[in-house]
């Protein structure tokens, strides 16, 4: 299980990378389980003022908010090798990190 720290803004970023994802079902099937981790609930949506807009933007009022979740290995994977094929993606130097310091801790 691998943990990464998102705010509101990083969240809904990764929500509109998943949402881009295409190819055959099983990656499908593994991008719906990291949309299952990255979507917000209800309450989270109302606790950050999130609106969905008509035309299919959303806006929030707390974008700053600290988000903890939580990924299955092979979820997190995913995201990580796609990640890296979006070099200005905001999220990607969080990925990057938890990446160098598993390494770091896997070879002491």
Known sequence: MKQLS???WERAQLIALVN???GDLTKLRRWLRVL???DLSEDEKEAVGWEDLADGR???EDGDRLWEL???DADFALLATTAIEYPRWPVL???VDMLDTL???KNG
Do not use: A, R, Y
Request: zero cysteines.
């Open 6 to 8: 998102l705010t509101t």
């Open 20 to 22: 881009q994802q295409s």
């Open 36 to 38: 299952d981790v990255v």
């Open 58 to 60: 959303s806006k929030w």
């Open 70 to 72: 939580h990924f299955e």
């Open 93 to 95: 130097s969080k990925i």
């Open 103 to 105: 390494e770091k801790v």
